[in-house]
């Protein structure tokens, strides 16, 4: 009898310990905390005070967050490159997707292309690539993301880039949002890495592997190693949670080692100037960035290499 | 004989308990799970239009906070874009507190020299990785804990 009321108690206690645990990873779904290096490294490199070893104990919720497929596009466009239609992944490459890790990378892929064509106001390659995204969106379970309303809103308003932008905005939102509340944020960073590598082929498929081609775009690819950074990060952090995310990250560390060989140099302190009339905020500094051309023919291989992996 | 009979109301006591700390916690774990679900709800309906008439980029970062605690994002942000910033809690929590910091050069913004405004736009003529690190004030009330969600949007501005 006294076995049954040891047990009894045990398993009290293990069923408020899973409560526990439970309600840790719902309230946290979209985050994990900081490591406690990280916050060893912050302590190391400023003057201490009260505050700041207050702040300090205190964990926090760390968030990644990637340049979107619509700033890729925009970044694109301001740089000054045009639409190329022959870069795209063909539409019935969807056939091929029939693992979750594929239909999660080629949602994302998909997603870019979609953003890029649409601010190139390619209306109908827009709708087509929608479509595409609807479909493994619908195979990956995410639910109203994408519906048949969206499609037909994107069919009225064919016209009207800002209203097609923000469409394509809110359909990329409620998939991240959809996957990240179900216990599936795993997928979604897979989705967010496949947006990311597809704005980066396309950028420099039109630079065709020459720094000399679109300076404006070089630089804005070169500094792609900024989120690259990030990306990983952002990996590491499910990379227990889910296989396909350790495949990855030995993909975007073969990545990482070319964009090693890119420098960024400051040249001046970043300067901040706030004018609180205009409610803005003009961040300056100088900086300096570099690569070989041969270099940067290898990081444009190495890019169409992982991409054309991803789209198989 | 007595002694079994109280290990057996002992017994059926703990079954009890078992039964109410599990049912407690289902129902904690469920309350939790359709809180964060309501904050992409609140995050889409509340804050996402605050950011026009600048292009919500897309990227959905919401979470639920409490007093006193504080979350982090890092972003890379280009050269040549305007962003803007909004840091939007639901009404039941204190204005939120939020800086900007270069992971170099320390603090570029800190909206409680503004009057704790939620959104700041960001005019950024270089690149690089920000934080913004989002805090919820104790309020003066160390009895009631207030939590809710918290949403960090950027919004891109079109040409």
Not at chain 1, 20 to 35: M, R, W
Not at chain 1, 47 to 52: C, E, G, K, T
Not at chain 1, 272 to 278: E, K, P, S, Y
Request: hydrophobic share 40%.
């Amino acid at each position: 009898m006294t076995k049954v009321l040891h047990k009894a108690s045990l398993t009290i206690r293990l069923v408020a310990l899973g409560g526990f645990v439970l309600t840790f990873f719902a309230c946290n779904s979209g985050a994990k905390k900081e490591s406690e290096n990280s916050e060893k490294d912050i302590i190391e490199s400023v003057p201490m005070n009260d505050q700041l070893v207050e702040d300090l104990n205190k964990s926090k919720l760390i968030f990644y967050s990637l340049p979107s497929p619509l700033e890729t596009a925009m970044l694109i466009k301001r740089a000054g490159a045009g639409f190329d239609p022959d870069i795209l992944n063909p539409l019935d490459n969807i056939s091929k997707y029939n693992t979750n890790f594929k239909m999660a990378l080629n949602l994302g892929i998909y997603s870019a292309d979609l953003s890029y064509a649409s601010l190139f106001d390619q209306s109908q390659t827009t709708i087509e690539y929608m479509g595409n995204a609807r479909n493994l969106a619908d195979e990956l379970g995410i639910l109203g993301a994408i519906d048949e309303q969206t499609i037909r809103q994107l069919e009225e308003n064919m016209n009207n880039r800002e209203v097609v932008m923000n469409i394509i905005s809110e359909t990329y939102m409620n998939s991240n949002a959809y996957l990240s509340e179900n216990n599936r944020a795993a997928v979604s960073v897979i989705v967010l890495a496949g947006g990311w590598i597809e704005g980066l082929y396309l950028a420099t498929s039109l630079t065709r592997g020459n720094l000399q081609n679109n300076k404006n775009l070089v630089e804005r690819i070169l500094y792609q190693k900024l989120s690259l950074v990030t990306l990983q990060n952002m990996m590491e952090t499910y990379r227990d949670e889910n296989s396909d995310i350790d495949r990855l990250l030995a993909d975007m560390q073969e990545l990482s080692e070319i964009f090693d060989k890119v420098t960024i140099v400051n040249t001046s302190e970043v300067e901040a100037v706030t004018d609180t009339l205009n409610r803005t905020t003009t961040i300056r500094a100088k900086s300096e960035i570099e690569i070989s051309p041969d270099d940067y023919i290898l990081l444009c291989e190495k890019i169409a290499e992982l991409r054309n992996n991803f789209i198989s | 004989m007595l002694n079994e009979n109280f290990m057996k109301y002992r017994l059926k006591k703990m079954a009890r308990m078992l039964t109410f700390v599990g049912g407690a916690f289902l129902v904690l774990f469920f309350v939790s799970v359709s809180s964060v679900a309501q904050c992409s709800g609140f995050a889409r309906a509340v804050a996402k239009p605050e950011l026009s008439p600048y292009l919500h980029d897309g990227n959905y970062n919401a979470t639920i906070l409490g007093e006193g605690e504080t979350i982090v994002l890092r972003k890379t942000v280009f050269k040549g874009q305007k962003y803007r910033l909004l840091v939007k809690g639901v009404s039941e929590l204190p204005k939120l507190h939020f800086r900007v910091l270069d992971a170099d050069s320390g603090l570029l913004f800190d909206n409680s020299q503004v009057e704790f405004a939620s959104r700041w736009d960001f005019d950024v003529q270089t690149t690089r990785t920000i934080e913004v690190e989002v805090s919820v004030p104790d309020d003066e009330n160390p009895e009631i804990d207030t939590g809710g969600c918290v949403a960090i949007l950027f919004g891109l501005e079109l040409d």
